[in-house]
């Protein structure tokens, strides 16, 4: 599924699935913030409040504490983006017409076309 770290590959090595519908943008760092490093950011202020340790302490302990679980849970939550993308047949959105219709990927982008789908 990807090429690189956190690049979504064009197709499937294995099936030559078209990964051409998956848009995560910034959905894997909202969920990593939201899920993983904020209730982390807790124990570090607790640290802060109850042992007062030096700047530098933070560095060692605190730093790596937030990063390192927040940059490796990117690459498994991106996959999950994708695959909820994938069961849900979500499509990219195209550009908004004047008459509030809107044009998909695959469709003419009329209301009636779109509703066939």
């Not at 690189?4 to 990593?32: H, R, V």
């Not at 409040?49 to 679980?69: A, D, K």
């Not at 498994?76 to 998909?104: C, D």
Request: proline share 10%; with cysteine; net charge positive.
């Amino acid at each position: 599924m990807f090429h690189g770290w956190l690049k979504i590959a064009d197709k499937c090595p294995s099936c030559g699935l078209d990964y051409d519908f998956a848009t995560p943008d910034d959905g894997p760092a909202f969920f990593a913030l939201c899920f993983i490093t904020f209730p982390l950011l807790f124990l570090v202020v607790g640290f802060e409040v109850m042992l007062r340790p030096p700047w530098w302490v933070h560095l060692l302990v605190s730093l790596p504490l937030i990063t390192v679980p927040c940059v490796l849970a990117l690459r498994p939550i991106k996959g999950w983006l994708v695959a909820s993308q994938y069961v849900n047949r979500a499509r990219k959105q195209g550009p908004r017409h004047p008459g509030g219709t809107s044009t998909r990927a695959s469709g003419t982008g009329t209301p009636a076309a779109e509703a066939a789908d």
